[in-house]
C-alpha cells in the first residue's frame, strides 16, 4: 500500500471514529396506570380508597375534574409524581391515566402558600426549612416561614421579622449563647430601606422560636449579598468557625465584586484571613467544606461564579482560607446562583445560571474534581434558590426560572448506591471505542481509543465492575477498532481498523492472554463490521469495507457470512434489503438475528431489521430514534438518539416492532462508552 493510500486511510479513520456523538445515562423510569373516579362532583374524594384500582390508598392529592391536569400523589409507600393526567370519560365510567415517575427519582411538589422568590435565604432547623425573606415580585420580602416536609406545608409565622427586607442574605443554625440548642440566624443580603434606598446588610440577627429576633452584630466587616458560606474547622480541633467569601457590593452607585475571605467563631468577632484570594471576583458561587481524601480533614472548596463579564466553572481548595490551589476547570457549564451541598460522601451541585440558559442539572463527585452528571428535569430548573439535605433527599427551595418566582419545591430522592461508588475511576483510564462483554461471569474490557487519542490493545477484567485486573498489556493484533463475539466458550476477534490500515484476519483466545491467529484474509475483505452467534454459527453482517481501489476505496456493506469455525467462510447473501451500514447492532432476539441503527452513506440509520436465516430479512421499524441496543429479561432495549442530537431516550421492545419509551431525558456530559460498558454489565452482551 502506499503513502497516500495510506494517509487518505488514516485521514478517514480518524473522521469516522470521531465525529459520531453517542448518548448515555439513564435517568427516569416511568410507567403507566390506570385509577378509577367514580364520582366526579367531588374531585377531592379521589382520595377515598374505594376508588382506587391500583397501589395502596392515597394520602394526599389535588386532582381536579378538568379534562388535562397535573397533581402530585403520595402512596402509603412512597412519594409518586404526575407527570401527565388525562381524564377518560365521564360519570362513573371516568378514568384518570396518570404517567408517573417512580419512587427513587424527583418530585415537585405543589406550589406553596408564601409567593415564589429567589435570593432567599433558607436553613433546616427544627425538624423544618425555614424561608427567610428574598426578593419576590412585589420586591424584598422580611417575612419568615417554615416548610414541613411530612406534610407539604408552609407556615407563615411572620410578615414583617424586624430585620430589613432583603435577599441575597444567608442563613445558618448556630449555638450563640452555648446552651447546647442552636438558635436560627440569618445575615447579609442587599437590603431595601424603609425609605426605599438600597443598602448592603452587614447585620447578624438570630432568634430561638423564628418569630423574636435579636440583633448579634451591627455591622460585620463584608457586607454584600451573593456571598457564599460554610462551616469549617479550620485547626481541625473540633470546633468550627463559620466563613463567608466573595460576593457583590453595591455602595455610592458602584457595583463590583469581591474576593475576600472573613471567618469567625462566635458570630461577633470576625477576622480576615484574606483580603483577595487567588481565585476572580466573583459572586453566585458555592463554598463548602468537605473531605475530598478521606483523611479526617476537610478542606473548604470553591465552585463557579459570575463577575458581571464572565461566567466561572473553575475549582479552588483550600486547607486554611488564605491559601487556595486551582483544581481545574469542572466539566459542568460555566454558572453562578447554583448550590452545593455534602451528602452521602460526595458533592452536590443542583441548577444555576450558565452561560447557555438555566440549569436544571444535577451533578456529583466524590472528590471535588472529577465530576459525574446524576440528573437533569425542569423541576430543579432555577437559579439563586437555597438547598439542603434531609430524609435521604436533596431539597431545592424557591429560586427564579424563565421570568418566573418559583414558590415550589422539588427533591431528588438518592439512590442508596450512589454513582461514586459504582464507578470509582478506573485503572484502565479515560477511553472510548473500546470493546466491553461478558464471558466466563465476569466483565472484560478491549483496548479502544485513550485521551490522548493513541489506539490500545490491552485487556482489562473485572468481576463487580469496580475492581479491575490488567490481563494483558498487548495483544498480538495490534491496537484497533474491531468487532468481537464468544463462540464456542472463546473471544473471537475479526478484522477492523487502525490508524493506517483496515484488516480481515480472524483471532481467537480462551483466556485473553493467549491469542491465536485462525485467518489471515478473510474471503469478506478489509472491514470494520458487527458479527453475532446464532445456530451455532457466527454470523458476519455488512460493515464499511477498505477495496484498495483508488476510484471508488471505501464501501457500505450489506451482506452477510457465516462460519461454523470462524475459519472456513460461506456468503449467505451479498444484497440484503436494509442499506450498507457499520457501527451497527447485531444481536440475537426470539430465536432471530437483529440488526440495528449504524451508519451509513445517508448518516445515521434508525431502522430495525431481523432474520430466521440471515438471507430472508424483514423490516421491524424504521422510526426508532436511537443507536445501541442490548437484548435484557425478554425485550431489546435501545438507547438513543439516532442524530448528533443531545436529546437521548430509552426504549424497549418485546417484539422489534412496537416501542414503548422507557425514559427521556436530555444530557450533557460526555460518558458515552461507560453507559455502554454499564449496559453490558447490566443487561449483559
Same mark, same amino acid.
Given at each position: 500500500?502506499? @503513502?497516500?493510500?495510506?494517509?487518505?486511510?488514516?485521514?478517514?479513520?480518524?473522521?469516522?471514529?470521531?465525529?459520531?456523538?453517542?448518548? $448515555?445515562?439513564?435517568?427516569?423510569? $416511568?410507567?403507566?396506570?390506570?385509577?378509577?373516579?367514580?364520582?366526579?362532583?367531588?374531585?377531592?374524594?379521589?382520595?377515598?380508597?374505594?376508588?382506587?384500582?391500583?397501589?395502596?390508598?392515597?394520602?394526599?392529592?389535588?386532582?381536579?375534574?378538568? +379534562?388535562? =391536569?397535573? /397533581?402530585?400523589?403520595?402512596? $402509603?409507600?412512597?412519594?409518586?409524581?404526575?407527570?401527565?393526567?388525562?381524564?377518560?370519560?365521564?360519570?362513573?365510567?371516568?378514568?384518570?391515566?396518570?404517567?408517573?415517575?417512580?419512587?427513587?427519582?424527583?418530585?415537585?411538589?405543589?406550589?406553596?402558600? &408564601?409567593?415564589?422568590?429567589?435570593? =432567599?435565604?433558607?436553613? &433546616?432547623?427544627?425538624?423544618?426549612?425555614?424561608?427567610?425573606?428574598?426578593?419576590?415580585?412585589?420586591?424584598?420580602?422580611?417575612?419568615?416561614?417554615?416548610?414541613?416536609?411530612?406534610?407539604?406545608?408552609?407556615?407563615?409565622?411572620?410578615?414583617?421579622?424586624?430585620?430589613?427586607?432583603?435577599?441575597?442574605?444567608?442563613?445558618?443554625?448556630?449555638?450563640?449563647?452555648?446552651?447546647?440548642?442552636?438558635?436560627?440566624?440569618?445575615?447579609?443580603?442587599?437590603?431595601?430601606?424603609?425609605?426605599? +434606598?438600597?443598602?448592603?446588610?452587614?447585620?447578624?440577627?438570630?432568634?430561638?422560636?423564628?418569630?423574636?429576633?435579636?440583633?448579634?452584630?451591627?455591622?460585620?466587616?463584608?457586607?454584600?449579598?451573593?456571598?457564599?458560606?460554610?462551616?469549617?474547622? /479550620?485547626?481541625?480541633?473540633?470546633?468550627?468557625?463559620?466563613?463567608?467569601?466573595?460576593?457583590?457590593?453595591?455602595?455610592?452607585?458602584?457595583?463590583?465584586?469581591?474576593?475576600?475571605?472573613?471567618?469567625?467563631?462566635?458570630?461577633?468577632?470576625?477576622?480576615?484571613?484574606?483580603? /483577595?484570594?487567588?481565585?476572580?471576583?466573583?459572586?453566585?458561587?458555592?463554598?463548602?467544606?468537605?473531605? /475530598?481524601?478521606?483523611?479526617?480533614?476537610?478542606?473548604?472548596?470553591?465552585?463557579?461564579?459570575?463577575?458581571?463579564?464572565?461566567?466561572?466553572?473553575?475549582?479552588?481548595? *483550600?486547607?486554611?482560607?488564605?491559601?487556595?490551589?486551582?483544581?481545574?476547570?469542572?466539566?459542568?457549564?460555566?454558572?453562578?446562583? =447554583?448550590?452545593?451541598? #455534602?451528602?452521602?460522601?460526595?458533592?452536590?451541585?443542583?441548577?444555576?445560571?450558565?452561560?447557555?440558559?438555566?440549569?436544571?442539572?444535577?451533578?456529583?463527585?466524590?472528590?471535588?474534581?472529577?465530576?459525574?452528571? $446524576?440528573?437533569?428535569?425542569?423541576?430543579?430548573?432555577?437559579?439563586?434558590?437555597?438547598?439542603?439535605? =434531609?430524609?435521604?433527599?436533596?431539597?431545592?427551595?424557591?429560586?427564579?426560572?424563565?421570568?418566573? %418566582?418559583?414558590?415550589?419545591?422539588?427533591? %431528588?430522592?438518592?439512590?442508596?448506591?450512589?454513582?461514586?461508588?459504582?464507578?470509582?475511576?478506573?485503572?484502565?483510564?479515560?477511553?472510548?471505542?473500546?470493546?466491553?462483554?461478558?464471558?466466563?461471569?465476569?466483565?472484560?474490557?478491549?483496548?479502544?481509543?485513550?485521551?490522548? *487519542?493513541?489506539?490500545?490493545?490491552?485487556?482489562? #477484567?473485572?468481576?463487580?465492575?469496580?475492581?479491575?485486573?490488567?490481563?494483558? *498489556?498487548?495483544?498480538?493484533?495490534?491496537?484497533?477498532?474491531?468487532?468481537?463475539?464468544?463462540?464456542?466458550?472463546?473471544?473471537?476477534?475479526?478484522?477492523?481498523?487502525?490508524?493506517?490500515?483496515?484488516?480481515?484476519?480472524?483471532?481467537?483466545?480462551?483466556?485473553?492472554?493467549?491469542? +491465536?491467529?485462525?485467518?489471515?484474509?478473510?474471503?469478506?475483505?478489509?472491514? &470494520?463490521?458487527?458479527?453475532? +452467534?446464532?445456530?451455532? @454459527?457466527?454470523?458476519?453482517?455488512?460493515?464499511?469495507?477498505?477495496?484498495?481501489?483508488?476510484?471508488?476505496?471505501?464501501?457500505?456493506?450489506?451482506?452477510?457470512?457465516? *462460519?461454523?469455525?470462524?475459519?472456513?467462510?460461506?456468503?449467505?447473501?451479498?444484497?440484503?434489503?436494509?442499506?450498507?451500514?457499520?457501527?451497527?447492532?447485531?444481536?440475537?432476539?426470539?430465536?432471530?438475528?437483529?440488526?440495528?441503527?449504524?451508519?451509513?452513506?445517508?448518516?445515521?440509520?434508525?431502522?430495525?431489521?431481523?432474520?430466521?436465516?440471515?438471507?430472508?430479512?424483514?423490516?421491524?421499524?424504521?422510526?426508532?430514534?436511537?443507536?445501541?441496543?442490548?437484548?435484557?429479561?425478554?425485550?431489546?432495549?435501545?438507547?438513543?438518539?439516532?442524530?448528533?442530537?443531545?436529546?437521548?431516550?430509552?426504549?424497549?421492545?418485546?417484539?422489534?416492532?412496537?416501542?414503548?419509551?422507557?425514559?427521556?431525558?436530555?444530557?450533557?456530559?460526555?460518558?458515552?462508552?461507560?453507559?455502554?460498558?454499564?449496559?453490558?454489565?447490566?443487561?449483559?452482551?
Amino acid at each position: 500500500m502506499n @503513502k497516500n493510500n495510506k494517509s487518505l486511510i488514516k485521514t478517514i479513520i480518524l473522521i469516522i471514529l470521531f465525529s459520531l456523538i453517542f448518548p $448515555q445515562n439513564l435517568i427516569f423510569s $416511568q410507567t403507566t396506570q390506570t385509577f378509577t373516579k367514580n364520582d366526579w362532583s367531588n374531585p377531592s374524594d379521589f382520595a377515598a380508597s374505594s376508588n382506587i384500582n391500583f397501589g395502596p390508598d392515597l394520602k394526599i392529592t389535588s386532582i381536579s375534574s378538568s +379534562t388535562t =391536569h397535573t /397533581s402530585d400523589i403520595d402512596f $402509603q409507600n412512597g412519594i409518586f409524581n404526575t407527570t401527565t393526567v388525562r381524564e377518560r370519560g365521564s360519570g362513573s365510567d371516568a378514568k384518570v391515566e396518570l404517567g408517573i415517575s417512580e419512587i427513587g427519582e424527583n418530585l415537585t411538589l405543589a406550589p406553596l402558600s &408564601f409567593s415564589g422568590r429567589y435570593g =432567599h435565604a433558607s436553613a &433546616f432547623w427544627k425538624d423544618k426549612i425555614w424561608i427567610l425573606g428574598g426578593l419576590t415580585a412585589e420586591g424584598p420580602k422580611n417575612d419568615v416561614w417554615y416548610y414541613s416536609t411530612t406534610t407539604n406545608s408552609a407556615t407563615l409565622v411572620t410578615s414583617s421579622a424586624p430585620w430589613l427586607p432583603r435577599y441575597g442574605h444567608i442563613a445558618f443554625t448556630f449555638d450563640i449563647d452555648n446552651d447546647n440548642e442552636d438558635e436560627l440566624c440569618m445575615g447579609g443580603g442587599k437590603i431595601k430601606n424603609f425609605d426605599g +434606598t438600597d443598602f448592603d446588610g452587614a447585620d447578624i440577627w438570630c432568634t430561638k422560636d423564628g418569630l423574636n429576633w435579636v440583633k448579634i452584630l451591627e455591622s460585620t466587616p463584608f457586607g454584600r449579598y451573593f456571598f457564599s458560606f460554610t462551616f469549617f474547622d /479550620s485547626d481541625n480541633n473540633g470546633k468550627k468557625e463559620i466563613w463567608v467569601s466573595g460576593g457583590k457590593l453595591y455602595t455610592g452607585g458602584f457595583k463590583w465584586s469581591a474576593n475576600d475571605v472573613h471567618y469567625s467563631e462566635d458570630l461577633v468577632n470576625w477576622i480576615e484571613a484574606t483580603s /483577595s484570594a487567588n481565585w476572580s471576583p466573583r459572586y453566585g458561587h458555592t463554598m463548602i467544606a468537605f473531605d /475530598s481524601d478521606n483523611d479526617g480533614q476537610e478542606e473548604l472548596w470553591l465552585f463557579g461564579g459570575y463577575n458581571d463579564n464572565n461566567y466561572f466553572n473553575d475549582i479552588w481548595s *483550600s486547607t486554611d482560607g488564605i491559601n487556595w490551589i486551582f483544581r481545574g476547570n469542572a466539566i459542568w457549564n460555566p454558572r453562578y446562583g =447554583h448550590t452545593a451541598i #455534602v451528602a452521602n460522601g460526595a458533592i452536590w451541585l443542583v441548577g444555576g445560571k450558565t452561560n447557555t440558559g438555566i440549569s436544571d442539572e444535577i451533578w456529583t463527585s466524590a472528590d471535588g474534581i472529577n465530576w459525574y452528571y $446524576q440528573m437533569r428535569d425542569d423541576k430543579f430548573k432555577r437559579f439563586f434558590h437555597t438547598s439542603h439535605f =434531609h430524609d435521604d433527599k436533596i431539597w431545592s427551595i424557591g429560586g427564579y426560572d424563565d421570568n418566573v %418566582y418559583k414558590n415550589t419545591i422539588s427533591y %431528588y430522592i438518592m439512590n442508596t448506591t450512589d454513582i461514586k461508588e459504582l464507578i470509582p475511576e478506573a485503572p484502565w483510564g479515560p477511553r472510548g471505542w473500546m470493546s466491553t462483554f461478558v464471558f466466563r461471569d465476569k466483565i472484560w474490557l478491549i483496548g479502544g481509543f485513550d485521551e490522548n *487519542s493513541e489506539l490500545k490493545n490491552d485487556i482489562w #477484567v473485572s468481576s463487580d465492575g469496580i475492581n479491575w485486573e490488567l490481563v494483558t *498489556s498487548s495483544t498480538p493484533w495490534g491496537p484497533r477498532i474491531t468487532a468481537f463475539t464468544i463462540f464456542q466458550d472463546k473471544i473471537w476477534i475479526f478484522g477492523g481498523a487502525d490508524l493506517n490500515n483496515f484488516y480481515n484476519d480472524v483471532w481467537v483466545s480462551e483466556d485473553g492472554i493467549n491469542w +491465536t491467529k485462525v485467518l489471515e484474509n478473510a474471503p469478506w475483505g478489509k472491514r &470494520f463490521t458487527s458479527v453475532t +452467534t446464532f445456530d451455532n @454459527k457466527i454470523y458476519l453482517l455488512g460493515g464499511f469495507e477498505f477495496t484498495g481501489n483508488l476510484d471508488n476505496p471505501f464501501v457500505f456493506k450489506n451482506d452477510v457470512w457465516y *462460519s461454523s469455525d470462524g475459519i472456513n467462510w460461506i456468503l449467505a447473501t451479498d444484497t440484503v434489503p436494509w442499506s450498507g451500514r457499520y457501527f451497527h447492532s447485531a444481536f440475537v432476539f426470539d430465536n432471530k438475528i437483529w440488526i440495528t441503527g449504524g451508519w451509513s452513506n445517508s448518516g445515521f440509520q434508525n431502522d430495525v431489521w431481523y432474520s430466521s436465516d440471515g438471507i430472508n430479512w424483514a423490516l421491524a421499524t424504521d422510526t426508532l430514534p436511537a443507536l445501541n441496543f442490548t437484548v435484557f429479561d425478554n425485550k431489546i432495549w435501545a438507547l438513543g438518539p439516532g442524530s448528533y442530537s443531545l436529546q437521548n431516550n430509552l426504549w424497549y421492545s418485546q417484539n422489534g416492532v412496537d416501542w414503548i419509551l422507557a425514559t427521556t431525558t436530555e444530557l450533557l456530559s460526555g460518558r458515552s462508552f461507560l453507559v455502554l460498558l454499564l449496559l453490558t454489565i447490566k443487561y449483559g452482551s
